[in-house]
């Protein structure tokens, strides 16, 4: 198994993930794109000693973004929704925003 700070890239943080810990107890990750569910699913317990209930994967397309007359595309990146099993409580750092 890779190490779980290779598959977890970052917490993703917005007024929708905020809402859905709120309601669901879900978390919003940014994810290796090679990481596949069930890997995800043993970093988030090992990294924040939690249970998870599921896991959801989205693949993200990069946007294009135009530099003047020059235009490219960002790099397409994962994003994963984790649930909590009911009675979990999420890391203290989605706590504070």
């Known amino acids: 198994m890779k190490d779980p700070r290779e598959i ?3 917490p993703l ?3 929708k993930t ?7 107890n879900v978390l919003c990750f940014e994810v290796a ?5 069930i890997e ?6 090992k990294l924040f000693g939690v249970k998870v209930v599921s896991v959801q994967v989205v693949n993200m397309r990069g946007k294009l973004r135009r530099y003047g007359r020059f235009s490219g595309f960002r790099p397409d990146w994962r994003k994963a929704y984790v649930r909590l099993a009911p009675g979990e409580k999420a890391p203290e ?4 925003v």
């Open 93 to 96: 750092f989605f706590e504070k």
């Open 33 to 37: 794109p090679e990481a596949n569910k």
């Open 40 to 45: 995800i699913r043993q970093a988030v317990e």
């Open 13 to 15: 943080i917005t007024e």
């Open 18 to 24: 905020s809402a859905l810990q709120e309601q669901a």
């Open 8 to 10: 977890i890239v970052r």
